[in-house]
């Protein structure tokens, strides 16, 4: 089983950092392709980014209002995929999730389905 | 990229069928059929119900069903059950390696 797990988040300030952590066990990790999904209290979920696996160049790709501002790196050694957030702005407070997709009968969902899904942190931003 | 539109709520009794709508572009949902529904119980992850439009991961009922015309994608729940109360969230591949989600529908089992 799956098993992804976040950490990181907090309250922090208008125009400040924070580096969140996904965790994951019970797959190849090096073969995975890692995505970060938020959910402001009570709204939906908003795609933030993702990064490949290193074998497809670790790409990366963000969505218009985190781009330039959030950055997500891997760690294949530690299984471990980070999101670190700078400049943060009031509307980025949400419940960040990682997730990830699989892969079945040869082929891969990688970008367009997510079956397990982290427990999330919370990102505050408030002054 | 704008989020997929979703209609707020929805509701049935027992027993009864629902349809869920998803309605996006022609840049997303009308383009590609990797159209994805996620069921969040409060407090809860999502768990996914629907890839690619209609099939279903391992373990969800096939009470829950997928289809798509156009640019609108649906979830359909038959045989509603007390446990199918939950905010439900369509995705869409919007192409540039992007995702796009729904703002979401909750369900209402009355």
């Known amino acids: 089983e799956v098993q992804l797990v976040e950490s990181g988040g907090g309250l922090v300030n208008p125009g400040g950092t924070l580096r969140l952590s996904c965790v994951a066990s019970g797959l190849t990790f090096s073969d995975a392709w890692i995505t970060w999904v938020r959910q402001a209290p009570g709204k939906g979920l908003e795609w933030v980014g993702r990064?490949?696996?290193?074998?497809?160049?670790?790409?990366?790709e963000y969505a218009a209002p985190v781009r330039g501002r959030f950055s997500i790196s891997r760690d294949d050694l530690q299984n471990t995929v980070h999101l670190q957030m700078n400049s943060l702005k009031t509307e980025d407070t949400a419940l960040y999730y990682c997730?990830?997709?699989?892969?079945?009968?040869?082929?891969?969902?990688?970008?367009?389905?997510?079956?397990?899904w982290g427990q999330g942190t919370m990102v505050t931003v408030s002054s | 990229q704008s989020a997929l539109t979703q209609p707020p709520s929805a509701s049935g009794s027992p027993g009864q069928s629902v349809t869920i709508s998803c309605t996006g572009t022609?840049?997303?949902?009308?383009?590609?059929?990797?159209v994805s529904w996620y069921q969040q119980h409060p407090g809860k992850a999502p768990k996914l119900m629907i890839y690619e439009v209609s099939k279903w991961p391992s373990g969800v009922p096939h009470r829950f069903s997928g289809s798509k015309s156009g640019n609108t994608a649906s979830l359909t729940v038959s045989g509603l059950q007390a446990e199918d109360e939950a905010d439900y969230f369509c995705?869409?591949?919007?192409?540039?390696?992007?995702?796009?989600f729904g703002g979401g529908t909750k369900l209402t089992v009355l």
């Open positions: 990064i490949k696996s290193k074998t497809e160049g670790e790409t990366r």
């Open positions: 022609s840049s997303d949902v009308g383009a590609y059929n990797y």
């Open positions: 997730t990830t997709g699989f892969c079945l009968y040869g082929g891969c969902h990688w970008d367009d389905a997510f079956d397990s």
């Open positions: 995705g869409s591949y919007a192409g540039r390696n992007i995702m796009v």
